[in-house]
């Protein structure tokens, strides 16, 4: 009989994560009963596919993602999120639904977009592990196995790591590649590079990241952020099996840039820092000024106003930096990330009794 822990209900405070859930580290995948109610972690594994016009490759992602799911012998539920397609992905989602038990079916009112359409399906899943994978079978659902088997290990989250992506151009490969260097180098948070949302995280994991309310979710870095133990698992991405990506030039951008916002501060402390440099730099220029003056030498008209305009714009950006500072706390206030994710919690023991 499967062990079946609390609901958990977003909150939205400040205050710590306690992520270990009842018999977390049991990874058994018992069969789960026949007629039994399903309740939150009941499921051994859900898998959350985001969709937005996928119409062509939804019958063939049921059933890769059906075949590999009964091969793994575990109870579970495949939780489609419909993120407000115009073609007829709604359809059939619906008739996937009606054919199929394990099948869920999220429907968006509109596109909200593919970060939030994961959110969503972590908010719904009920396994004890969640694996997000896309819909366009880029991502091959018979990685999934494995990446159950390292969480059997003891990881809490398994991420595939691209070591060859098919069927994209060079532009493509370079701007991604580029981006997870960039956001390494920026920020101070250990996100893996040459990844994506395929990955498989525990129901703990889930947990910490459903109480999080940020509002430009992005997800990757959020799951690297909560921390727990993470490992990767190498795999070659393959060409779309039909339609076109829906990542436009744009909607790239978008992400990328709730990417570096979400988790750096740097560009915004860059200010002050370029700022102080002008400042130092016009200073140092006045003086030398001030130096030949009283030598009696002449000194360009040109050089002292570009040493005084560098002085005034230099502190303004070092006043630009000054707010942003202040600015940066609010920000922290607002979005609301906890102080700490508890991974366990070992409280002391009562005493036995009385020694005699």
């Known amino acids: 009989m499967l062990s ?9 405070s400040r ?7 009842p018999r977390s580290s049991d990874r058994t995948l018992p069969a789960r009963p026949v007629g039994r109610p399903i309740e939150d972690g009941s499921v051994d594994v859900s898998v959350v596919i985001p969709v937005f ?6 019958f063939a992602t049921s059933s890769r993602l059906t075949k590999v799911m009964q091969a793994l012998g575990a109870s579970y539920e495949l939780l489609f ?9 709604e359809r059939i989602l619906e008739q996937l639904q009606v054919q199929d038990e394990h099948v869920g079916v999220l429907r968006f009112s509109r596109n909200f977009g593919h970060q939030i359409a994961i959110t969503a399906g972590l908010e719904h899943a009920r396994g004890r592990a969640i694996v997000v994978i896309d819909a366009d079978l880029q991502d091959p659902p018979e990685l999934i196995p494995e990446l159950v088997a390292r969480w059997r290990e003891g990881y809490e989250v398994v991420y595939g790591r691209r070591i060859e992506r098919r069927g994209e151009g060079a532009l493509k490969r370079w701007s991604a590649a580029l981006f997870y260097r960039l956001l390494r180098m920026l920020t101070d948070v ?22 999080m309310p940020e509002q430009h979710r992005f997800v990757r870095g959020l799951v690297a952020w ?10 070659v991405r393959d060409a779309r099996q039909a339609g076109k990506t829906k990542y436009s030039l744009r909607k790239m951008l978008s992400l990328a840039a709730d990417g570096v916002l979400s988790f750096s501060d740097r560009p915004l402390r860059l200010t002050g820092y370029v700022g102080g440099a002008v400042v130092a730099t016009s200073i140092a220029a006045l003086i030398g000024v001030a130096s030949a003056a009283s030598l009696g030498r002449s000194v360009p008209l040109w050089f002292t106003l570009l040493a005084a305009l560098g002085m005034l714009h230099g502190v303004t950006l070092l006043a630009l930096g000054l707010g942003g500072a202040y600015l940066l706390r609010i920000y922290d206030e607002v979005r609301g990330r906890p102080l700490y994710v508890l991974a366990g919690h070992l409280p002391p023991r009562e005493p036995d009794g009385d020694p005699t």
């Open 4 to 12: 079946t822990p609390s609901q958990s209900t977003p909150h939205y």
């Open 15 to 21: 205050r710590p994560i306690d992520a270990m859930s």
């Open 53 to 58: 016009n996928e119409e062509e490759v939804l």
């Open 81 to 89: 999120v419909d993120d407000g397609s115009t073609d007829g992905s």
């Open 190 to 211: 250990p996100i893996p590079m040459d990844t994506g949302d395929f990955r498989l995280i525990d129901r703990k994991v889930r947990d910490a990241l459903v109480q």
């Open 226 to 235: 909560v921390g727990f133990r993470q490992t990767a698992v190498q795999f």
